[in-house]
């Protein structure tokens, strides 16, 4: 799509698909902005594989030429690192138009709706000088998933190592919810807080004077969280508003396989804790790695059938680091109600030295003692007699004390706390809001009969992160936009 007078929005990324949102919106001739810039997993899962992924050494350019980044043009020429296009000038004066990749940026900042990796995740590509506009629970949870994750999805977003080893970290600024902030002479921009499957979802109403042009972007959102307020705020501020566009997410509009959940998070919860209730053994459940109003939802039903919920590491890190940032999704939140798996690695036999490399279990049992930390090797620093741990053997002695989360890459666990006819399994996440699972969606199903799990003892239980589709027409039924784009997702 070519920007005209008329139209000057660009979907460089996640129309069609869902993720990889990456759209661009032309205020003048040499000034430009972005909302998102997320990481394509829809392309990953098409062309990438398990041995087959852009190289380390050449990253950047073979991004460019597989399409997970777009190749600038004028109206987003400089959006590039300095650093990589220096690096990369022999390979990029092969492009057919290499001029925009050395050009001064034209993109002047980066709004971010949230903070999943299909919104943020080619952040770190982008050019020093932008800065990042985003809610303050974004910047607070980017911040977390930088110091928490090793992985490399988070990492460079905020902060990263230039290719001389110079460290660099990217501006931020924090937008209030319904608080307008006047970039420039000519722009007014509000964000609103809204509700999605992570803290921090966040719309943008923009009002452009200078060009007459009003537009909202609504990043990933819901009418049927815990959050309905804001949304519904949202929408009131975005109706007095007039836009001439809305750029709306349509996750839930296309033709997906497998049955569509119309269940409100409170529902969600209710059936949670019936499930929960008449289980006899261990419940094991598995949702979306992030998402505070489930965890919200499943520590209700945990308390009323006083059970302790038990987490992977990395999951009980990530709480415990929101609750101390006091993100507001996990207010009500205490870690007294959860525990973390101790699974068996390497040895096999639970010694300290297994678990060097586990990050998250290797931050959360660190001892304090900084001398012993200068003298010891790394692995003595680990007491695994923290009160959280729990064990295989552990959870099978009281199988109705605990709701235990497991997924496909926990099956082994099974072999060292085999499931009992009494447990009961429960799905709570959907192909759709986790399109790299969907791969795994019939292989989970071969490990449950495996391990005896009948179709009574396997339930799905979920509320997507995105809008269905009867809040869809609503949301723009009430905006009443000159115009729509429709992003994220599959078009009818
Ligand atoms: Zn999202």
């Known amino acids: 799509m070519t920007p005209t007078p008329t139209h000057p929005i660009t979907v460089l990324g996640g129309q069609n698909v869902v993720g990889g949102s990456k759209i661009v919106y032309q205020f003048a001739p040499q000034f430009s902005f972005l909302f998102d810039f997320g990481f394509d997993f829809d392309r990953a899962n098409t062309i990438l594989d398990r041995y087959l992924s852009p190289r380390i050494f050449n990253k950047f350019v073979d991004k460019l030429r597989t399409g997970f980044l777009p190749i600038p043009t004028t109206q987003t020429g400089g959006v590039y690192r300095s650093d990589l296009v220096i690096d990369s000038l022999e390979t990029i004066a092969t492009f057919t138009n290499p001029a925009p990749f050395i050009q001064p940026p034209y993109v002047k900042a980066a709004f971010l709706s949230h903070a999943h990796t299909d919104h943020v995740g080619e952040v770190r590509y982008l050019h020093e000088s932008i800065p990042l506009v985003c809610s303050t629970t974004t910047a607070k949870l980017l911040e977390i998933f930088e110091t928490i994750q090793r992985g490399e999805l988070f990492t460079g977003i905020l902060n990263y190592t ?18 307008p902030w006047n970039w420039g002479k000519n722009m007014t921009i509000t964000a609103y807080e809204t509700d999605h499957s992570l803290p921090g979802a966040t719309a943008f109403l923009v009002n452009d004077k200078k060009n007459n042009c009003k537009l909202i972007y609504t990043g990933d ?67 979306a790695h992030g998402d505070m109003s489930r965890l919200q939802m499943i520590a209700l039903a945990a308390e009323h059938t006083n059970r302790n919920v038990v987490l992977p590491a990395m999951d009980y890190l990530f709480l415990r680091e929101c609750i101390a940032a006091k993100i507001p999704e996990v207010k009500g939140l205490s870690l007294n109600r959860f525990r973390v798996f101790l699974p068996r690695k390497k040895s096999g036999t639970y010694i300290p030295k297994d678990y060097s490399y586990d990050h998250a279990l290797y931050t959360l049992c660190l001892t304090k003692d900084e001398e012993k930390l200068k003298l010891r090797a790394k692995y003595q620093h680990i007491d695994l007699n923290q009160t959280f741990l729990i064990t295989a053997s552990e959870l099978q002695k009281s199988p109705q004390s605990f709701l235990a989360y497991h997924d496909i890459f926990k099956m082994y666990h099974w072999v060292d706390c085999v499931p009992t006819s009494d447990d009961v399994y429960i799905i709570s996440k959907s192909r759709i809001d986790e399109p790299e699972a969907m791969l795994l969606w019939d292989k989970r199903k071969a490990w449950l009969d495996l391990f005896g799990f009948t179709k009574d003892r396997v339930h799905q239980i979920h509320a997507s992160g995105h809008l269905y589709p009867k809040d869809y027409e609503r949301m723009v039924n009430e905006i009443n936009p000159k115009h729509i784009i429709k992003v994220h997702g599959e078009t009818n």
């Open 162 to 179: 230039d290719i001389e080893g110079k460290s660099h970290s990217r501006k931020v600024k924090h937008l209030i919810s319904g608080r």
């Open 221 to 287: 959102l819901r009418w049927h969280g815990l959050n309905q307020k804001r949304v519904t705020t949202f929408v009131e501020a975005a109706k007095q508003f007039s836009p001439d566009y809305l750029i709306i997410e349509q996750t839930n509009l296309g033709e997906h396989k497998g049955k569509p959940t119309t269940l409100s998070e409170e529902q969600v919860g209710n059936q949670l804790k019936h499930v929960v209730k008449e289980c006899q053994g261990i419940v094991w459940m598995e949702w």
